[in-house]
């Protein structure tokens, strides 16, 4: 057992879980998207803010920025400790990325529920 | 002709600074032979030569090393298989410290074993005779069992590379779920609790190099998923 404090869920076998499940939600949500911009030729702002001021849309979109998060979190985790040896270098590096996601998460929130 | 190009990886502690490639010209005589043949004609040459073999027949896994950039057993290499444009290239196997030469210190490699506690648990008094395994369940263990432990899958993990000390590797963890998956062993759920960090299990990708390399044709790849899928079941 490898005791580990800086993964999302404490252990391998729920961060291996969440990776996977958020890896649906993205490839739903991005399908989604690319078959809603398929099939709305002249597509204007209109529209796509139409889009985006339904409820269900900006919870099926908080749920992506969400799993975003989270699989964003658990990847980059990985490859910190794959690459990061001196635990100095890493924490910081392990700081900056989890700094510049949840920023990146309450602007996404903002940027659904603003217009 | 038949000449071989063989450049090998030298490296002697008490002499050298750094390792160097080595080159040899070995008469092959136009036949088809092992690798490990090759390595007995530069030794020939060159006395000084390390490098580990036993069995030469594949059982005791001694030969392992690193064969024009793919790990194998030296002995049950024939030259048609890895020999390209005339050349080979040995070097030992990658991601280990080398003591000498193509001798590699396997130290991390039998602690990772170790870890996984490669024996039957069964606190059961034992029966008169023997503990008996119906045919299906004897079944789950072809492809386990045959292991031989020469670390070639190991050594051309690249998640073994980067942590050789927490991360059990495709040798161990084929082990690992040898003893989870037979129907004698009851300490299934302790060794599952020693698994579930994110290093054990989880640092494997499934890049499946360990299953391109594997002289005994096994698939540690699968006995991952098995043992992922064990850990979900048991989890809640």
Known sequence: ???NITNLGRSGLSDWLVQRASAI???LYTLFIVGYLLFSPGLDYATWSGLFAQTWMRIFSLLAFVSLSAHAWVGLWTVTTDYLKPTGIRIAAQSIIILAIF???VWGIQVLWGA | MSTLQVSLYR???E??????MEEFQIDTQGRDIMVLDVLHMVKE???GLAFRRSCREGVCGSDGMNMNGKNGLACITPLSEVVKKGKLTLRPLPGLPVIRDLV???GLFYKQYERIQPYLQNETPAPAIERLQSPEERD???GLYECILCACCSTSCPSFWWNPDKFVGPAGLLQAYRFLADSRDEATRERLSELEDPFSVFRCRGIMNCVAVCPKGLNPTRAIGKIREMLLANAT
């Open chain 1, 103 to 105: 920023v990146f998460l």
């Open chain 2, 140 to 142: 789950k263990l072809d």
């Open chain 1, 1 to 3: 057992m490898v005791t």
């Open chain 2, 104 to 106: 590699v210190d396997m």
């Open chain 2, 45 to 47: 040459q060159d006395s």
């Open chain 1, 25 to 27: 939600v993205l490839a």
């Open chain 2, 11 to 13: 490296y002697n502690p």
């Open chain 2, 15 to 20: 002499t050298d600074s750094a390792p160097y």
